[in-house]
Structure formats: structure tokens, C-alpha cells
């Protein structure tokens, strides 16, 4: 089974400045890690994902984010946030085979970040 | 592309009331289909998914049922609504094919149960 851990449930940061969101998992088996992205009253957005090769992953909107497998850790990373990208974003990490339970997609609680003008 | 559709968008039901959600999903064939709850403060959980016509697999004991009468049709009920039920209800699909496992989205449903 697995288990993701988003450290902070709200992060407030100023606009033009960079952003970190943490999140952790924890997995007895290989993983693909993913960063949802959520607007108020709306469904989820796919931002980024990794799956294998390199631990740098580029997504939409400016946003990136770090595999470390000795960490278990896929952090999110902007280097100079907007207005909006005011949202509540979700890490996710799924098996990374396609066996019994392949299917599972376990999510954090999620992060509200809140761009302050 | 693919899209995929949600309706209705809002819904305020009574509690005992019987409920209907619907998922549709163009442009793919074969998908997995997924239903989510979003309640308040507790992240999304999922409450059912498929691997293919008639064939529902459910993660948590509770009021609602599954089904899929069509391949890309996925249909989310109750016969009895609770209070409990309210939230936001997310369906998602992934492809069957291949070796990843990404899931997209739909608009989502609020329900509100007085």
C-alpha cells in the first residue's frame, strides 16, 4: 500500500516570489508520482508527473518538481508564482507496475496556496 | 482528444432522496473509469472504479453503487441519500493500454444533501 504526506495543508507566499510544496510517500514498491492542481469548484488538472528517467520534471504553468528517491519525496517548485496560481494542489503516487492494484491512485490532503498581491 | 463530461454540475437533494450522477468520456476506447469524494479537509477518496463494462470494483463500504452500461458511461447512485454524502464527486479515466496509469479529470458534481 501507499501513502502520501503533503507536510503543509496551507502555504501563503507574496506574488513574484518562489514557492515550495512538500510532499512525501511512503511505498514498498516502485511508484509514479503526479501533481494535481485544483481552482475552486472545478475538477483537477494534471500539472506534472513522473514516471522514470530523469528526477527533474517540467509540467505546465512554470511548475517543476524533484523525484528524490532516498528522500521519498516529489516536492513542487515555482520560481516566481501569480495571482493565479491561487488553487489547491495534490500530490498522488501510484504502483509503478501494471499488476493487481495498478489502478490505485493515492492522494495527499492537498495544499492551498494562496498568492498574496 | 479526449474529454470527458459530468452532469449534472450542482445538485441539492433531501436526505432519503435516491440520486443518479452520470459520467460520459469521448475520444477513447477501453477506458478505466474512476468515481472520487472530495469531502471537506479530507482529500479525495476513492469510491469506485472499472476496468470494463458491468465490471465495478468498490474501495469503501457505504450507500452508493456503481455502474457502467456502456464502455464509456459511468454512473454513480444511491437509493437513499445521507447527510454524509454530500460532497464533491469526481469522475476520472485513465487508459487501459500502456504501463502508466495517469488519470484525467472531470468537471466534477456538488452535491448537497439537506
Known amino acids: 500500500a501507499q501513502s502520501v504526506t503533503q507536510l503543509d495543508s496551507q502555504v501563503p507566499v507574496f506574488e513574484e516570489a518562489p514557492v515550495e510544496l512538500r510532499c512525501n510517500y511512503s511505498s514498498s514498491v516502485s511508484v509514479y508520482l503526479f501533481w494535481y492542481v485544483q481552482y475552486p469548484n472545478q475538477g483537477l488538472q494534471l500539472l506534472l508527473k513522473y514516471l522514470s528517467g530523469s528526477t527533474l520534471v517540467k509540467g505546465i504553468n512554470g511548475f517543476e518538481a524533484e523525484f528524490n528517491k532516498s528522500q521519498t519525496s516529489f516536492h513542487l517548485r515555482k520560481p516566481s508564482v501569480h495571482i493565479s496560481d491561487t488553487a489547491e494542489y495534490f500530490c498522488?503516487?501510484?504502483?509503478?507496475?501494471?499488476?493487481?492494484?495498478?489502478?490505485?491512485?493515492?492522494f495527499g490532503k492537498g495544499t492551498k496556496l494562496s498568492v498574496i498581491p | 482528444s479526449q474529454t470527458i463530461h459530468q452532469w449534472p454540475a450542482t445538485l441539492v437533494q433531501p436526505v432519503g432522496s435516491p440520486l443518479s450522477l452520470e459520467c460520459t468520456v469521448e475520444?477513447?476506447?477501453?477506458?478505466?473509469l474512476y468515481w472520487y469524494r472530495q469531502a471537506a479537509g479530507r482529500g479525495l477518496q476513492l469510491l469506485f472504479y472499472?476496468?470494463?463494462?458491468?465490471?465495478i470494483s468498490s474501495e469503501v463500504p457505504q450507500n452508493l453503487s456503481a455502474s457502467r452500461p456502456q464502455d464509456r458511461q459511468f454512473i454513480l447512485s444511491s437509493k437513499k441519500l445521507l447527510l454524509s454524502d454530500s460532497g464533491f464527486y469526481l469522475c476520472?479515466?485513465?487508459?487501459?493500454?500502456?504501463?502508466?496509469?495517469?488519470?484525467?479529470f472531470g468537471p466534477g458534481t456538488r452535491l448537497t444533501v439537506l
Open positions: 498522488a503516487v501510484s504502483p509503478a507496475y501494471s499488476g493487481a492494484g495498478s489502478y490505485q491512485l493515492t
Open positions: 476520472a479515466w485513465s487508459a487501459r493500454a500502456g504501463t502508466t496509469d495517469t488519470q484525467y
Open positions: 475520444g477513447t476506447s477501453n477506458p478505466n
Open positions: 472499472s476496468v470494463g463494462i458491468g465490471q
